[in-house]
Every structure is written in C-alpha cells, then in structure tokens.
C-alpha cells in the first residue's frame, strides 16, 4: 500500500514539475519572442533589416578544467589558442548602433583567465552595453570580484553543476567545490554589502546524462539542493539547462545527449538572432562553434552590420530554408535542427511549432 502511494505521489509531482515547466517555457517564449526574427525567418529572409538581437565575443578559448561534457574540456578542439584584443572589442562595440538583448563575454573558455577581463568589462560599460560573463568561478577571488564588479559588469552566470561534492567535481573536473561555493558567496556578499541589483546573478546547472541515456533524474530535486547553497543572497536565477552533443562533437561520450538526427528538419532561428566572434574576431555559426568550424566574417575586415548580411550569412540563411544545411559543417549534426528535441526541451517545441504555423 506503502509502495503503491509512493509512485503515485512521485508519478504525481513529476506531473506538476512538467506542467510548471511548460507553462514558464510557453510563457518566456511569448514573451522573448523577437517579432522582427520570427517575421524574417518565417517569411524566409536572408537579408535581415534589424541587428542582431544577441552578440558573443569571446575573452579566450582557454580554459583550466577538464569538464568531460565540454568539447574544451574534452580536449576536442583544435583551433589555435588565445587571448581577444582590446582593439578587436573595440571595434565591436564601437560600430554597434542598436542595443543587442544581450552581449556576451563569454564562449569557448574561461573568460576570467583574461589578463584584462576587466578592462574588457570596462570597455562594454564606457560604450553604454551591458556586458555578461559566464564562469565556472574557480578564479573569482575576491580581489577579481571587486575588480570585475567596478568595471562595470552588468550580469554574471555561474556554471555549477551536480547535486554533491562528487557530482559536482565528476562534471566540473578540475574544480574544488568548496572552494567554488566559498568564490560565489563572496561575490554574492559584495554585490548585498553595496545594496545594488547589479550584477545581476544566475546560478545555472547542467542537466548531465547518467550512462543509460536519458535515464534522467527530476530536475527539481538538484534545484531544491541547489537554491539551498545560496539562501538569502542575492541570487536573480536558478537555471536548468540539458546538456547537449555540441552538434554531434560530443556525441557517443559519457553525459551528454546524443544529437537527434532523425525525423524531418526545420530552421534554426540562430543565423536569424546571434552574432559569434572568437577570440581572434573572426564571425563563427554560433556559440556552439568552438572550433570555428565556418567561419561567416571577419570584424577586422568588415563593418558589424556588414557582417551580418555579407554573402556568407546570406548563404548561412538560405541553406537552413533549403534543407541544405550539409554545407555548413557544425550544423549538420546539431539537434537544433532535427524534429525531434527531448521531451523536456518545452522551448524548442514551442519555437517549432511556431514556425510551422507561421506565426
Ligand atoms: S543548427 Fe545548431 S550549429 Fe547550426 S546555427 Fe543552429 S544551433 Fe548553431
């Protein structure tokens, strides 16, 4: 009897997990949803009259952890590495003419191993954009947290995943977890102590893969023991993510999602929102492209909005509508583009869906 009212109640909270989750994903969706990309992509444009909604630019493709779902970490890229010049972020910033959604520090690496990750920052803050970073924290002293803070960050996003010790230090491989816990809260503590809402903060957790393969554990419980962590300070948001095959670079290792690959394609909205440079300032696909597999521009050569529709993001665009996606290598293989998301992904569906009904 015991037994039989355990699985109801767990088949239960599954149930209102899912609902809650959908309903968040159908409502961030409405509500991000940019109408100049859905009308352009719909209506299968490949000179796009609005700049790109989303802009990363890489600090360095290096990084000091071994995480085993991470193409960096996997050791799987080959690309040179390296530090991104202050005169390439300049350039950036001061040829952009609209105010992107958000405007990334981050992409391949760690971007707290820059030398001057903060001059970076400053740079973003002096041209009025509001700049973001995405770190596993193992470098954010508190010497660095002030220092980063006073540049001006706008946002921060912390990379911290598994519910214990040894999860947590199996996926982040390299990572001490004190010590990491010890760097967030610091940083936590300075950004109360000075009673500003910025930066804004964001916790975010990698759903890994156990072996069997989407053999899944419920995500609430991580977040539960997660929020736990970091109670009373000022945290803005817990965030799920799945982990991914990185376009198929990832596929066959140990927690990561096998990419889809099957059943019917259909359009990924990236060519249509997110603007890549790598470290060297070079256009890549997307941020999924560590390895700069195609590479669309150069911000040495061309102008920002040059970039976004010179011949090759042209070409980039056409190929998603006419299933030609062959010719671009990363995205062959990536699940973006297949039919077929894991059940959980709500948003993808929803932007699926929405593309089938052209609205
Ligand atoms: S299909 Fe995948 S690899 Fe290609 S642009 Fe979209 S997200 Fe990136």
């Not at 009897?1 to 609902?19: G, S, V």
Request: hydrophobic share 35%.
């Amino acid at each position: 009897m015991c037994i039989m009212a355990n699985y109801f109640k767990t088949k239960l909270r599954n149930a209102l997990w899912k609902a809650q989750h959908f309903t968040r994903a159908v409502k961030k969706n409405l509500k991000d949803r940019d109408r100049s990309l859905v009308k352009a992509r719909n209506r299968r444009k490949t000179v796009l009259d609005y700049g790109p909604i989303n802009i990363f630019v890489d600090p360095t493709n290096v990084c000091n952890l071994k995480c085993p779902m991470c193409p960096t970490g996997a050791g799987l890229t080959k690309s040179e590495k390296g530090f991104l010049d202050h005169a390439v972020l300049i350039k950036v910033v001061s040829e952009l003419k609209h105010t992107p959604k958000t405007f990334g520090l981050w992409l391949a690496g760690e971007p707290l191993l820059h030398p001057q990750i903060d001059g970076l920052i400053r740079i973003c803050a002096q041209h009025g954009i509001k700049a973001t970073l995405h770190t596993n924290a193992t470098k954010l002293t508190p010497e660095m947290s002030e220092k980063i803070i006073n540049a001006g960050l706008y946002e921060i996003s912390f990379s911290f995943d598994g519910r214990t010790v040894q999860e947590y230090e199996m996926l982040r491989t390299g990572a001490d977890f004190s010590k990491v816990v010890d760097n967030i809260c610091a940083f936590l503590r300075m950004k109360q102590k000075r009673c500003s809402p910025l930066p804004r903060a964001t916790v975010q957790n990698i759903e890994a893969y156990e072996k069997g393969r989407h053999n899944r554990r419920p995500l609430y419980e991580k977040r539960e023991l997660l929020e736990e962590k970091f109670r009373d300070l000022p945290v803005d948001e817990f965030k799920t993510i799945l982990a991914h095959a990185w376009s198929g670079v990832m596929d066959g290792t140990e927690y990561v999602s096998p990419s889809h690959c099957k059943g019917k394609r259909w359009v990924c909205d990236v060519p249509y929102r997110d603007l890549t440079f790598n470290w060297k300032g070079e256009a890549v696909t997307c941020c999924g492209d560590l390895d700069n597999a195609n590479i669309l521009g150069d911000i040495k050569k061309e102008n920002l909005y040059e970039i976004w529709n010179n011949a090759n993001f042209q070409r980039f665009r056409a190929a998603m509508h006419r299933d030609e996606i062959e010719k671009f290598a990363l995205c062959k293989d990536c699940e973006r583009i297949w039919a077929d998301p894991h059940p959980l992904d709500y948003e993808l569906r929803l932007e699926m869906l929405r593309y089938k009904l052209r609205v």
